[in-house]
């Protein structure tokens, strides 16, 4: 498999060897960004005439829609929830679990951070296909748990995706403001970890990465929780994954 790479300030730089990984840290702080609101209406199924004989054909199912507005039980230190779209699937973790849900397909409009080694040109470009997911993520224990800024991590991958690093994604705040997405779940001025984590609370946020339609993809989620300090409890952390197929 193949790395993708940042893109250097310096365009004519050497691709580095497909040995590198970038790494990111558990304890990144996320950034906060606008919330808006957005909801989808179901395709209704036609009633046959009372004459005709019943259909035995089956019929398309409806996909499971997100709750609506207000039947969140929100942390205090978090953001707003607002969720819409399709759930794809849901990850149990035992004392947590996460609903993905595909919110929406936009045209990005800019270049993402990386480039495929191969073509030396962008892995999301201006135009490309975006999809946008939105996570749900609720403490499922009859405890409370301690998280750092990083609370649970949420890591998506096609199942064809050449490159050793994670997929690549694009910054627009117009339109997760749009779509009723935040990167982040952590509201400004919150305090510091670690941040109680009640039973049956719940958080949300968002990301976005390159669209392809019809591709199985795995999501692993990974809860790390606080020590008194806030630093990261590594002897208790938990991950687990999830399969789904993109639309």
Same mark, same amino acid.
């Given at each position: ?5 940042? /893109?250097?300030? =310096? ?8 040995? *590198? $990984?970038?790494?990111? +840290? %558990?304890? &990144?702080? @996320? ?91 962008? /892995?999301?470009? =201006? ?8 996570? *749900? $993520?609720?403490?499922? +224990? %009859?405890? &409370?748990? @301690? ?101």
């Amino acid at each position: 498999m193949k790395l993708s790479q940042k /893109i250097a300030a =310096a365009a004519a730089a050497t691709l580095l060897t497909a040995g *590198l $990984v970038a790494c990111s +840290s %558990d304890e &990144e702080a @996320p950034k906060p960004e606008p919330t808006a609101t957005q909801s989808e209406t179901p395709d209704v199924e036609e009633t046959p005439q009372a004459s005709e004989e019943p259909s035995e054909e089956p019929t398309e199912e409806t996909p499971e829609q997100a709750p609506a507005d207000g039947n969140f039980k929100k942390a205090a230190w978090a953001k707003d929830i607002t969720i819409a779209g399709d759930l794809l699937t849901t990850v149990d973790g035992g004392d947590f679990k996460v609903e993905v849900y595909q919110v929406g397909i936009e045209k990005a409009t800019k270049t993402g951070n990386f480039v495929d080694p191969d073509t030396n040109k962008p /892995i999301i470009d =201006a135009g490309d296909d975006v999809v946008y997911l939105n996570y *749900l $993520v609720t403490n499922t +224990s %009859d405890k &409370e748990i @301690p998280l750092s800024f990083s609370l649970v991590a949420v890591d998506a991958k096609y199942d064809d995706w050449k490159f050793i690093q994670g997929m690549d994604s694009i910054t627009d705040f117009a339109i997760e403001e749009k779509l009723g997405l935040s990167s982040s779940a952590i509201a400004p001025g919150t305090g510091e970890a670690p941040f109680a984590w009640l039973p049956g609370e719940q958080f949300a946020f968002g990301t976005n990465f390159k669209h392809q339609a019809n591709s199985p993809i795995t999501f692993k989620a990974r809860l790390t929780p606080a020590l008194p300090d806030g630093k990261l409890n590594h002897d208790a952390k938990v991950e687990v994954e999830g399969a789904a197929t993109i639309k």
